[in-house]
Each structure stands twice: as C-alpha cells, then as structure tokens.
C-alpha cells in the first residue's frame, strides 16, 4: 500500500515514496520516546495478541487537537496486518521509527486538509491508473492483504499528500528521462534515427535541427556528446546511453533541490508537533 516510510514489502510502497519524497532524519520539535502517556501493558512487551491491535501506542498533538495511535493503525499503514502475523498468531509491536512515520503522515494530511486540500474520484482513479494499473480498489487490497477500507484510506491520503506536495513546492519536477532502448544485437556502435531523436529530444533547444548540429558548444549535452557523430537522422546507441546519463544527472540536480525544499517543509509542521511513542521497540 502507498506508505511512505516503509521500503519493503513491494513496489506499492516505492512508488509513493518517490512521488512524495519524504526525507529521514527529520527533527521534531518536542519528541518524547517511552514517553509519559504509556500504557502499563506495554512495559518491555515485544508482541502483541490480536485482541491487543488497539492498544495505544502513540500519541501526538496538532494544532491543539491530541489523537492516540494504535498498534492496528501503524501496522495496517506499513506492512498490513494479514502480513505482520507472526506463525504464533501475534504481532511484533510496531518499532519506533515506523511509529513516527506513520504521525508524520498523518501530520502532513491534516496540515493539507487545514489549507483546504480535497481529492476527487477522478484524481484518486488517476493516481491508481498510473501507480497501480487499476482503479479497482478491491484488486489492490486483495494483491496486499488489505482491507478495502485500509486501501481506500492509504491511497485517499497519498493523494491528498501529493497534491499539497505540488502547491508548497516552488521547484518543479519534471518526469524521470526513459533509458534508451538497447539494440538486439547489444552492438552499442548501432545506429538508427531513433536514437537521433531520442538524443535531440533530451538536448532540446541545445540541438539546431535546421543545421543539423549543435546550437553551440556551451551546453551539457555538446560537453559530453561532442566526441559522438550525430545528425537529425543517425546517432549511436552509446551516444544514446550518454546522453540519458546527462538527462538523469540533470534530474537528479532538479529532484535533490525538491527534496530539501520538501524536508524543510516537513520540518516546518513537525515543529508545531508533540510526539509521544509509547513503545521502545526498534
């Protein structure tokens, strides 16, 4: 399912963690871990039964509003429950980290929602189209033990995440470049107009098609591709190769800026947070 901390697990959770950049490391502005609020039942507990899924386990304070967190709620958030038993029939009680991932979460929603962000169906069955292939969410609760309810929620909320993700960022980020298709024969000297394009595509106004040659030799792309013999019409599959390695250092440059700007504003409304985590598990 589309949690953002978790990093196994399957590509569900990947493909949100990419769009919405989270960033580890985060400071929060008043942490208590084994805090105060803790039930005696969890006292050095490691398991919990399945009558026990919705003991407290956390709690956190925004914007004057206090909510407790359940054991049930961060392991249906990360890796879901049917996948979290144990052969015993019980659950490891959540470690701390993924705790705090899931309030970090939960913040950021609720931070979109006080600025007035909402979701359409269309925009959740977008976001299920491009990153599942479905906009079924039976099928997707079904291919991740989930329940229906579960999948709804995850997927509602990384909507709503992604969307106030786009209107605090000032830096845009452009799609990821697609690698080149590799030849048959696997010969990187292979040429082919396709490669031509795909490379005066990625090189853009650095590339004067009417002269069929560079604009000029200022430009990223000439540094790096000067040494390859390209026209409108005929470029390498090598020349091909470099070029994407140019396009994806660009974007890299493009997302690391985006990620800083979007940990700041994580750090932002962690600030205005209190956490307390009941559990010491690691």
Known sequence: MPSIDVKKNSKIFIGVGA??????????????????????????????????????????????????????????????????KQSDGTYAVPAADKIIGYVRNALVVAEAQ??????????VNNYMQTNF????????????????????????????????????LTTTLPDAPQAPTAPEDGNSETTSQEYAQYIIG???????????????????YYKQLSAYSISNDSASYAAAQTAYQVAMSKYSAVASKASQEWSQKINEILGKASIAVYSLAL
């Open 19 to 84: 769009v919405v950049l989270f960033a580890l490391g985060i400071v929060i502005g008043r942490f208590l871990l084994g805090g105060g609020g803790a039930t005696g039942s969890l006292n050095g507990r490691t398991t919990l039964s399945e009558g026990e899924l919705n003991t407290p386990i956390a709690s956190y304070t925004y914007n004057g509003q206090t909510k407790e967190v359940t054991a049930r709620e961060v392991i249906e958030n990360t890796s879901g429950l049917d996948a979290a």
């Open 114 to 123: 006080s600025k007035g962000i909402t979701v359409t169906d269309d925009e």
């Open 133 to 168: 292939k479905t906009t079924d969410v039976s099928q997707v609760a079904s291919a991740y033990k989930l329940s229906e309810d579960v999948a709804k929620k995850l997927i509602h909320d990384a909507v709503i995440m992604k969307k106030y993700r786009d209107s605090v």
């Open 202 to 220: 990625l090189a853009g106004d650095e590339w004067d098609a009417k002269n069929n040659t560079w604009a000029s030799q200022d430009g990223d």
